[in-house]
């Protein structure tokens, strides 16, 4: 009797994927000691933003300029795909200089039920950067009524500025 063992990579980007989990990839990240460029630090390919990168998807409205460890940061133009939709072409745009989408590219994303993937490219120039979405996750046991509690609002709730 002879067992035959066939391994089969699998080609679909929901458990196919990178992470993206670095803080500094918050659009609510302010600091610019170091700034990022995802034209020299992302090798295309599927990714998911994950932990304190964002609250598992891409930012979907234009934040404000040096933001998320880059002086452009990048956001999808349109929403995220529902599953029934599946795999998607969507825009992504960077602000700079008061224009939100100065720079853009297209991506793929897919509805993988619980999160998001994205099919990332290298961005058009350096000091631009995808940024995960600012928001609570489940994770952070915070409930709105402890929001209360603090004094001021974080950088999630501050005006953004208009998309174009």
Known sequence: M?????TVASNDPCSNYKNLNAPDRL??????????????????????????????????ACPPVRRC???????IKGQHP??????VTRKVCYHWKNYCCLWKNNIKVKNCGAFYVYELQKTPACSLRYCGE???????????????????????????????
């Open 2 to 6: 002879t067992c035959i063992i066939s």
């Open 27 to 60: 659009e609510s990240f302010t600091g610019q000691k170091s700034v990022q460029c995802d034209q020299r630090d992302i090798t295309p390919g599927w990714y998911r933003f994950t932990g304190v990168a964002g609250n598992h998807k891409m930012s979907t």
């Open 134 to 164: 600012c928001s609570l996750s489940l994770n952070q046991n915070i409930h709105t009524h402890d929001l209360a509690k603090y004094k001021s609002k974080n950088d999630c709730d501050r005006e953004r500025p208009k998309s174009y």
């Open 69 to 75: 460890g880059t002086h452009a940061p990048g956001w």
């Open 82 to 87: 529902s599953v029934a939709e599946g795999e």
